[in-house]
């Protein structure tokens, strides 16, 4: 369902969250983190991607995943401009955007909770299988 997408990419970014923060602070090897962080990102962008189709009308698809890839890599291209240099301080700026990524992806899931969208379009079909349409007046 969506929801369990949802939360999946969740998880996936606070992963990568916990991971950078563990870099930044532990005096540890980082080939463990670099491992948990390849996983914490294909978890998260599966997830994002494969979840892409079930929201956007199939109409629009093509033009809701070119603005979704956009949307993708603006922070990538934005956060280098505000490093410091220091490496403790700008893994704990990459760790903060992905916390900020697991509460904005974890909080819509409870709104979908056990249901997905092919799941409300039968619910909102009547016994002759015709869409019923509702006409909300202003």
């Not at 990538?76 to 704990?92: E, K, Y």
Request: net charge positive.
């Amino acid at each position: 369902s969506l929801a369990a997408q949802l939360r999946a990419a969740a998880c996936g970014s606070l992963l990568i969250a916990l991971t950078l923060l563990s870099l930044a602070r532990t005096p540890w090897a980082p080939w463990p983190a670099v491992i948990t962080l390849g996983f914490g990102y294909a978890v998260g962008q599966n997830m994002l991607w494969t979840m892409l189709p079930a929201v956007a009308p199939s109409e629009m698809l093509v033009l809701c995943t070119g603005i979704f890839a956009g949307g993708v890599n603006i922070l990538p291209s934005i956060l280098p401009f505000a490093f410091t240099g220091d490496g403790t301080a700008d893994l704990t700026l990459l760790a903060g955007a992905g916390l900020v990524s697991a509460v904005c992806l974890a909080l819509p899931s409870f709104g979908f909770v056990g249901r997905d969208r092919s799941q409300k379009a039968r619910d909102s079909r009547d016994s002759s299988g015709t869409l019923l349409r509702s006409v909300r007046e202003s």
